[in-house]
Protein backbone atom coordinates (compact mmCIF):
# COMPACT_ATOMS: atom_id res chain seq x y z
CA UNK A 1 0.00 0.00 0.00
CA UNK A 2 2.44 2.29 0.73
CA UNK A 3 4.98 1.41 -1.85
CA UNK A 4 2.35 2.14 -4.30
CA UNK A 5 1.45 5.55 -3.01
CA UNK A 6 5.16 6.36 -3.06
CA UNK A 7 5.21 5.21 -6.23
CA UNK A 8 1.90 7.31 -7.54
CA UNK A 9 3.99 10.21 -5.81
CA UNK A 10 7.25 9.76 -7.64
CA UNK A 11 5.10 9.31 -10.56
CA UNK A 12 3.32 12.75 -10.20
CA UNK A 13 6.92 14.45 -9.17
CA UNK A 14 8.41 13.04 -12.50
CA UNK A 15 5.93 13.97 -14.92
CA UNK A 16 4.08 16.67 -13.57
CA UNK A 17 6.75 19.86 -14.23
CA UNK A 18 7.34 17.67 -17.89
CA UNK A 19 3.27 18.03 -18.58
CA UNK A 20 3.34 21.78 -17.35
CA UNK A 21 6.59 22.55 -20.38
CA UNK A 22 5.15 21.07 -23.02
CA UNK A 23 1.63 22.92 -22.69
CA UNK A 24 1.96 24.93 -25.36
CA UNK A 25 3.50 28.43 -24.47
CA UNK A 26 1.93 31.96 -24.47
CA UNK A 27 2.01 34.28 -27.34
CA UNK A 28 4.49 37.35 -26.77
CA UNK A 29 1.99 40.19 -26.85
CA UNK A 30 4.54 42.84 -28.65
CA UNK A 31 5.09 39.80 -31.27
CA UNK A 32 1.16 39.20 -32.07
CA UNK A 33 0.80 42.98 -32.76
CA UNK A 34 3.96 42.60 -35.64
CA UNK A 35 1.95 39.44 -36.59
CA UNK A 36 -1.07 41.21 -37.00
CA UNK A 37 0.65 44.12 -38.77
CA UNK A 38 2.05 41.59 -41.52
CA UNK A 39 -1.00 40.00 -41.82
CA UNK A 40 -2.77 43.34 -42.85
CA UNK A 41 0.11 44.37 -45.07
CA UNK A 42 -0.50 41.63 -47.05
CA UNK A 43 -4.19 42.25 -47.00
CA UNK A 44 -5.48 40.13 -45.03
CA UNK A 45 -5.34 36.54 -47.23
CA UNK A 46 -6.96 33.48 -47.02
CA UNK A 47 -3.44 31.48 -45.97
CA UNK A 48 -3.02 33.41 -42.74
CA UNK A 49 -6.99 32.96 -41.94
CA UNK A 50 -5.71 30.78 -38.48
CA UNK A 51 -4.13 34.28 -37.25
CA UNK A 52 -7.06 36.05 -35.39
CA UNK A 53 -7.64 36.72 -31.72
CA UNK A 54 -9.46 33.67 -31.14
CA UNK A 55 -6.21 31.39 -30.99
CA UNK A 56 -2.70 32.04 -29.05
CA UNK A 57 -0.29 33.12 -31.92
CA UNK A 58 1.74 30.31 -30.92
CA UNK A 59 -0.88 28.03 -32.13
CA UNK A 60 -1.39 29.54 -35.56
CA UNK A 61 0.03 28.41 -38.96
CA UNK A 62 3.02 29.45 -40.50
CA UNK A 63 4.65 30.34 -37.12
CA UNK A 64 6.60 28.88 -34.42
CA UNK A 65 7.40 29.91 -31.25
CA UNK A 66 9.91 29.62 -28.62
CA UNK A 67 8.73 26.47 -26.36
CA UNK A 68 9.60 29.15 -22.90
CA UNK A 69 9.63 32.71 -23.85
CA UNK A 70 6.26 32.53 -26.16
CA UNK A 71 8.55 34.52 -28.89
CA UNK A 72 8.14 34.13 -32.68
CA UNK A 73 11.15 32.12 -33.44
CA UNK A 74 10.51 31.28 -37.34
CA UNK A 75 7.99 32.41 -39.78
CA UNK A 76 7.40 30.13 -42.81
CA UNK A 77 4.86 31.12 -45.74
CA UNK A 78 4.71 28.46 -48.24
CA UNK A 79 3.11 28.44 -51.57
CA UNK A 80 0.42 30.83 -51.26
CA UNK A 81 -0.98 32.51 -54.33
CA UNK A 82 -3.34 34.59 -52.02
CA UNK A 83 -0.36 36.31 -50.22
CA UNK A 84 0.16 39.23 -52.40
CA UNK A 85 2.77 42.53 -52.29
CA UNK A 86 5.49 43.47 -50.79
CA UNK A 87 7.18 42.25 -47.81
CA UNK A 88 5.97 43.79 -44.57
CA UNK A 89 8.52 46.21 -43.43
CA UNK A 90 7.05 44.69 -40.08
CA UNK A 91 9.09 41.47 -40.88
CA UNK A 92 12.02 43.33 -38.82
CA UNK A 93 10.18 44.06 -35.66
CA UNK A 94 9.89 40.43 -34.85
CA UNK A 95 13.12 40.37 -32.59
CA UNK A 96 13.82 36.63 -32.16
CA UNK A 97 12.85 35.50 -35.30
CA UNK A 98 15.71 32.53 -36.32
CA UNK A 99 14.40 31.42 -39.92
CA UNK A 100 12.13 33.79 -42.29
CA UNK A 101 10.89 31.39 -45.28
CA UNK A 102 8.85 33.10 -47.75
CA UNK A 103 8.59 30.43 -50.80
CA UNK A 104 6.52 29.68 -54.12
CA UNK A 105 4.58 33.13 -53.27
CA UNK A 106 4.23 34.30 -57.12
CA UNK A 107 2.32 37.67 -56.09
CA UNK A 108 4.98 38.64 -53.56
CA UNK A 109 6.79 41.69 -55.20
CA UNK A 110 8.96 44.52 -54.48
CA UNK A 111 12.01 44.42 -52.97
CA UNK A 112 13.61 43.09 -50.05
CA UNK A 113 13.56 45.77 -47.63
CA UNK A 114 16.60 46.81 -45.04
CA UNK A 115 14.48 45.94 -42.11
CA UNK A 116 15.22 42.21 -42.71
CA UNK A 117 18.46 43.82 -41.75
CA UNK A 118 17.28 43.83 -38.43
CA UNK A 119 16.62 40.06 -37.69
CA UNK A 120 20.49 39.34 -36.53
CA UNK A 121 19.24 36.00 -34.91
CA UNK A 122 18.04 34.61 -38.30
CA UNK A 123 20.07 31.60 -38.91
CA UNK A 124 17.71 30.80 -42.03
CA UNK A 125 16.66 33.02 -44.86
CA UNK A 126 15.12 31.67 -47.88
CA UNK A 127 13.26 34.17 -50.36
CA UNK A 128 12.53 31.92 -53.41
CA UNK A 129 10.19 31.38 -56.06
CA UNK A 130 8.77 34.44 -55.74
CA UNK A 131 8.57 38.06 -58.25
CA UNK A 132 10.61 40.04 -55.50
CA UNK A 133 13.17 42.24 -57.89
CA UNK A 134 15.88 44.97 -57.17
CA UNK A 135 19.26 44.02 -56.07
CA UNK A 136 20.80 41.19 -53.40
CA UNK A 137 21.02 43.60 -50.44
CA UNK A 138 24.47 44.07 -49.34
CA UNK A 139 22.92 44.79 -45.71
CA UNK A 140 22.41 41.03 -45.75
CA UNK A 141 25.79 40.81 -44.55
CA UNK A 142 25.09 41.65 -41.10
CA UNK A 143 22.44 38.80 -40.90
CA UNK A 144 26.15 37.06 -39.33
CA UNK A 145 24.35 34.01 -37.44
CA UNK A 146 22.91 32.77 -40.79
CA UNK A 147 23.70 29.17 -42.28
CA UNK A 148 21.56 29.59 -45.19
CA UNK A 149 20.93 32.12 -47.30
CA UNK A 150 18.36 31.12 -50.62
CA UNK A 151 17.02 33.84 -52.95
CA UNK A 152 16.76 32.04 -55.89
CA UNK A 153 13.99 31.84 -58.99
CA UNK A 154 13.41 35.20 -57.83
CA UNK A 155 13.76 38.74 -60.37
CA UNK A 156 16.94 39.77 -58.66
CA UNK A 157 19.36 41.72 -60.63
CA UNK A 158 22.13 43.90 -60.30
CA UNK A 159 25.68 42.24 -58.89
CA UNK A 160 26.46 40.12 -56.28
CA UNK A 161 27.41 41.98 -52.98
CA UNK A 162 31.13 41.18 -52.26
CA UNK A 163 30.23 42.04 -48.41
CA UNK A 164 28.18 38.12 -48.29
CA UNK A 165 31.65 36.84 -47.87
CA UNK A 166 31.57 37.99 -44.57
CA UNK A 167 29.17 35.92 -43.26
CA UNK A 168 31.36 33.06 -41.63
CA UNK A 169 28.62 30.52 -40.53
CA UNK A 170 27.09 30.04 -44.10
CA UNK A 171 26.77 26.16 -45.93
CA UNK A 172 24.83 27.55 -48.53
CA UNK A 173 24.62 30.48 -51.20
CA UNK A 174 21.77 30.00 -53.13
CA UNK A 175 21.62 32.86 -55.73
CA UNK A 176 20.45 30.51 -58.97
CA UNK A 177 18.14 31.86 -61.19
CA UNK A 178 17.93 35.09 -61.06
CA UNK A 179 18.86 37.94 -63.56
CA UNK A 180 22.00 38.89 -62.07
CA UNK A 181 24.62 41.00 -64.00
CA UNK A 182 28.65 41.14 -63.17
CA UNK A 183 31.57 39.26 -62.19
CA UNK A 184 31.96 36.81 -58.98
CA UNK A 185 33.69 38.94 -56.31
CA UNK A 186 37.31 38.25 -55.63
CA UNK A 187 35.95 38.17 -51.82
CA UNK A 188 34.36 34.90 -52.64
CA UNK A 189 37.49 33.34 -52.61
CA UNK A 190 38.15 34.49 -48.66
CA UNK A 191 35.41 33.41 -47.30
CA UNK A 192 37.07 33.98 -43.26
CA UNK A 193 34.44 30.96 -41.59
CA UNK A 194 33.01 28.17 -43.48
CA UNK A 195 33.25 27.49 -47.06
CA UNK A 196 29.58 27.58 -48.32
CA UNK A 197 28.29 25.40 -51.39
CA UNK A 198 27.62 28.16 -54.21
CA UNK A 199 24.76 27.99 -56.44
CA UNK A 200 24.99 30.99 -58.91
CA UNK A 201 23.52 29.24 -62.39
CA UNK A 202 21.07 30.83 -64.40
CA UNK A 203 22.26 34.33 -63.96
CA UNK A 204 23.84 36.61 -66.56
CA UNK A 205 27.33 36.42 -65.01
CA UNK A 206 30.62 37.18 -66.59
CA UNK A 207 33.68 37.77 -67.16
CA UNK A 208 36.84 35.88 -66.01
CA UNK A 209 36.52 34.10 -62.41
CA UNK A 210 38.77 35.81 -59.62
CA UNK A 211 42.05 33.88 -58.94
CA UNK A 212 41.45 34.22 -55.44
CA UNK A 213 38.13 31.42 -55.63
CA UNK A 214 41.66 29.29 -55.74
CA UNK A 215 42.71 30.17 -52.08
CA UNK A 216 40.55 28.10 -50.49
CA UNK A 217 38.58 24.96 -50.56
CA UNK A 218 35.07 24.65 -51.71
CA UNK A 219 32.54 21.39 -52.01
CA UNK A 220 30.02 22.24 -54.30
CA UNK A 221 29.72 25.05 -57.13
CA UNK A 222 27.40 25.33 -60.13
CA UNK A 223 27.86 28.58 -61.68
CA UNK A 224 26.21 26.80 -64.57
CA UNK A 225 24.52 28.61 -67.32
CA UNK A 226 25.81 32.58 -67.38
CA UNK A 227 28.80 33.61 -69.58
CA UNK A 228 31.74 33.43 -67.72
CA UNK A 229 34.84 33.11 -69.40
CA UNK A 230 38.26 32.59 -69.07
CA UNK A 231 39.81 28.94 -66.85
CA UNK A 232 38.71 27.58 -63.82
CA UNK A 233 41.87 25.85 -63.22
CA UNK A 234 42.04 27.80 -59.66
CA UNK A 235 39.50 24.87 -58.20
CA UNK A 236 41.49 21.65 -58.89
CA UNK A 237 44.65 20.81 -58.30
CA UNK A 238 46.09 17.59 -56.01
CA UNK A 239 45.86 19.78 -52.67
CA UNK A 240 42.09 20.48 -53.52
CA UNK A 241 39.01 19.23 -52.41
CA UNK A 242 36.09 19.71 -54.82
CA UNK A 243 33.44 17.24 -55.28
CA UNK A 244 31.03 18.93 -57.46
CA UNK A 245 31.36 21.46 -60.23
CA UNK A 246 28.84 22.38 -62.94
CA UNK A 247 30.28 25.00 -65.15
CA UNK A 248 28.24 23.82 -68.21
CA UNK A 249 26.87 26.28 -70.69
CA UNK A 250 29.49 29.36 -70.17
CA UNK A 251 32.35 30.47 -72.70
CA UNK A 252 35.22 29.30 -70.65
CA UNK A 253 38.37 28.49 -73.24
CA UNK A 254 41.16 27.46 -71.86
CA UNK A 255 43.70 24.56 -72.31
CA UNK A 256 42.35 21.37 -70.19
CA UNK A 257 45.48 19.58 -71.26
CA UNK A 258 47.37 20.13 -68.04
CA UNK A 259 44.50 20.21 -65.36
CA UNK A 260 44.88 18.15 -62.42
CA UNK A 261 41.78 17.30 -60.90
CA UNK A 262 41.39 15.84 -57.11
CA UNK A 263 40.09 12.27 -56.27
CA UNK A 264 37.28 13.74 -54.34
CA UNK A 265 35.65 15.25 -57.25
CA UNK A 266 32.64 12.96 -57.93
CA UNK A 267 31.23 15.09 -60.52
CA UNK A 268 32.08 17.08 -63.24
CA UNK A 269 30.15 18.90 -66.06
CA UNK A 270 31.90 21.29 -68.19
CA UNK A 271 29.51 20.91 -71.60
CA UNK A 272 28.79 23.78 -73.91
CA UNK A 273 31.97 25.82 -73.13
CA UNK A 274 34.93 26.54 -75.78
CA UNK A 275 37.56 24.22 -73.85
CA UNK A 276 40.64 23.19 -75.62
CA UNK A 277 43.68 20.88 -75.19
CA UNK A 278 42.39 17.00 -74.60
CA UNK A 279 41.03 15.74 -71.71
CA UNK A 280 44.17 14.41 -69.12
CA UNK A 281 45.54 10.90 -68.50
CA UNK A 282 44.89 10.95 -64.97
CA UNK A 283 40.85 11.64 -65.30
CA UNK A 284 41.08 7.34 -65.25
CA UNK A 285 41.77 7.36 -61.82
CA UNK A 286 39.25 9.11 -61.14
CA UNK A 287 35.21 7.79 -59.89
CA UNK A 288 33.42 10.72 -61.43
CA UNK A 289 30.58 11.74 -63.27
CA UNK A 290 31.87 13.82 -66.79
CA UNK A 291 30.48 15.54 -69.08
CA UNK A 292 32.62 17.55 -71.35
CA UNK A 293 30.41 17.65 -74.43
CA UNK A 294 30.46 20.55 -76.57
CA UNK A 295 33.38 21.76 -76.63
CA UNK A 296 36.51 22.14 -78.81
CA UNK A 297 38.52 19.65 -77.21
CA UNK A 298 40.60 17.02 -79.32
CA UNK A 299 43.14 13.73 -78.91
CA UNK A 300 42.06 10.15 -77.99
CA UNK A 301 39.81 9.93 -74.56
CA UNK A 302 42.00 8.13 -71.94
CA UNK A 303 41.35 4.57 -72.17
CA UNK A 304 40.81 2.86 -68.07
CA UNK A 305 39.11 3.64 -65.69
CA UNK A 306 35.91 5.32 -65.52
CA UNK A 307 36.08 6.58 -68.96
CA UNK A 308 34.97 3.84 -71.46
CA UNK A 309 31.10 3.32 -69.15
CA UNK A 310 29.91 7.29 -69.75
CA UNK A 311 27.41 7.60 -72.77
CA UNK A 312 28.81 8.88 -76.13
CA UNK A 313 26.48 11.95 -74.94
CA UNK A 314 29.26 12.76 -71.97
CA UNK A 315 31.77 13.24 -74.81
CA UNK A 316 30.19 14.12 -78.15
CA UNK A 317 30.10 17.58 -80.36
CA UNK A 318 34.23 18.69 -79.34
CA UNK A 319 36.32 19.15 -82.24
CA UNK A 320 38.56 16.39 -82.90
CA UNK A 321 37.86 14.01 -79.26
CA UNK A 322 38.08 10.73 -80.88
CA UNK A 323 38.31 6.53 -79.34
CA UNK A 324 36.08 5.04 -76.98
CA UNK A 325 33.36 5.09 -76.82
CA UNK A 326 33.20 7.64 -79.39
CA UNK A 327 34.41 6.40 -82.84
CA UNK A 328 38.39 5.17 -82.98
CA UNK A 329 40.96 7.79 -83.85
CA UNK A 330 42.39 8.01 -87.17
C1 LIG B 1 -1.90 36.50 -58.02
O1 LIG B 1 -1.49 36.68 -59.35
C2 LIG B 1 -2.32 36.06 -60.31
C3 LIG B 1 -1.71 36.30 -61.68
O2 LIG B 1 -0.32 36.12 -61.67
C4 LIG B 1 -3.73 36.65 -60.21
O3 LIG B 1 -4.57 35.95 -61.08
C5 LIG B 1 -4.22 36.53 -58.79
O4 LIG B 1 -5.45 37.20 -58.67
C6 LIG B 1 -3.24 37.13 -57.84
N1 LIG B 1 -3.71 36.94 -56.50
C7 LIG B 1 -3.81 37.92 -55.64
C8 LIG B 1 -4.34 37.58 -54.29
O5 LIG B 1 -3.48 39.06 -55.91
C1 LIG C 1 5.75 36.70 -61.67
O1 LIG C 1 4.68 37.43 -62.18
C2 LIG C 1 4.37 37.15 -63.52
C3 LIG C 1 3.27 38.07 -63.93
O2 LIG C 1 3.57 39.38 -63.55
C4 LIG C 1 3.95 35.71 -63.63
O3 LIG C 1 3.72 35.39 -64.99
C5 LIG C 1 5.04 34.82 -63.10
O4 LIG C 1 4.60 33.50 -63.07
C6 LIG C 1 5.44 35.24 -61.71
N1 LIG C 1 6.62 34.51 -61.31
C7 LIG C 1 6.59 33.54 -60.43
C8 LIG C 1 7.90 32.91 -60.07
O5 LIG C 1 5.57 33.15 -59.93
C1 LIG D 1 42.29 21.98 -48.98
O1 LIG D 1 42.12 20.83 -48.21
C2 LIG D 1 43.28 19.99 -48.23
C3 LIG D 1 42.94 18.69 -47.54
O2 LIG D 1 42.34 18.93 -46.32
C4 LIG D 1 44.46 20.72 -47.60
O3 LIG D 1 45.59 19.92 -47.65
C5 LIG D 1 44.69 21.99 -48.37
O4 LIG D 1 45.70 22.75 -47.75
C6 LIG D 1 43.43 22.84 -48.47
N1 LIG D 1 43.69 23.93 -49.37
C7 LIG D 1 43.37 25.17 -49.10
C8 LIG D 1 43.68 26.16 -50.16
O5 LIG D 1 42.84 25.48 -48.05
C1 LIG E 1 50.20 20.24 -51.45
O1 LIG E 1 50.35 19.80 -50.11
C2 LIG E 1 51.65 19.33 -49.83
C3 LIG E 1 51.67 18.82 -48.39
O2 LIG E 1 50.39 18.56 -47.93
C4 LIG E 1 52.65 20.44 -50.03
O3 LIG E 1 53.96 19.94 -49.82
C5 LIG E 1 52.54 20.99 -51.44
O4 LIG E 1 53.36 22.14 -51.58
C6 LIG E 1 51.11 21.40 -51.76
N1 LIG E 1 51.03 21.78 -53.12
C7 LIG E 1 50.36 22.86 -53.52
C8 LIG E 1 50.36 23.09 -54.99
O5 LIG E 1 49.77 23.61 -52.76
C1 LIG F 1 47.53 22.46 -74.26
O1 LIG F 1 48.58 22.29 -73.34
C2 LIG F 1 49.44 21.22 -73.66
C3 LIG F 1 50.47 21.09 -72.56
O2 LIG F 1 49.86 20.88 -71.34
C4 LIG F 1 50.12 21.47 -74.99
O3 LIG F 1 50.93 20.36 -75.33
C5 LIG F 1 49.07 21.69 -76.06
O4 LIG F 1 49.68 22.06 -77.26
C6 LIG F 1 48.08 22.75 -75.62
N1 LIG F 1 47.00 22.75 -76.60
C7 LIG F 1 46.59 23.84 -77.22
C8 LIG F 1 45.49 23.69 -78.21
O5 LIG F 1 47.05 24.94 -76.95
C1 LIG G 1 25.94 15.93 -71.50
O1 LIG G 1 25.50 17.24 -71.78
C2 LIG G 1 24.81 17.35 -73.00
C3 LIG G 1 24.49 18.81 -73.24
O2 LIG G 1 23.68 19.33 -72.23
C4 LIG G 1 23.54 16.50 -72.94
O3 LIG G 1 22.87 16.56 -74.17
C5 LIG G 1 23.92 15.07 -72.63
O4 LIG G 1 22.76 14.31 -72.47
C6 LIG G 1 24.76 14.98 -71.38
N1 LIG G 1 25.21 13.59 -71.24
C7 LIG G 1 25.14 12.97 -70.09
C8 LIG G 1 25.59 11.55 -70.05
O5 LIG G 1 24.69 13.50 -69.08
Same mark, same amino acid.
Given at each position: ??? +????????? =?????????????? @?????????????????????????????????????? @????? /???????????????? %???? $????????????????????? $????????????????????????? =???????? &????????????????????????????????????? &???????????? /? %????????????????????????????????????????????????? $????? +?????????????????????????????????????????????????? @? /?????????? &?????????????? /????????
Amino acid at each position: MMK +SIFFIIITI =VLFLPQSTLSRSPT @CNKDDEKVLFKIKKSFGNPYHLASWTKDYDCCTWYCVE @CDANT /GRIIALTIFAGSTISG %KIPV $EVGDLPYLQKLVLRKLPNLTG $EIPSAIAKLTQLTMLRLSWTNLSGP =VPSFLSKL &TNLYFLDLAFNDLSGSIPPELATLKNLDALHLDRNKL &TGVIPESFGKFT /G %KVPDLYLSHNQLTGPLPKSLGYINFSTIDFSRNQITGDISMFFGTNKTI $ERADF +SRNMLEFNLSGVVFPASLSSLDLNHNKIYGSLPAMLTELHLNLNVSYNRL @C /GQIPQGGDLQ &TFDTTSYFHNRCLC /GSPLPACK
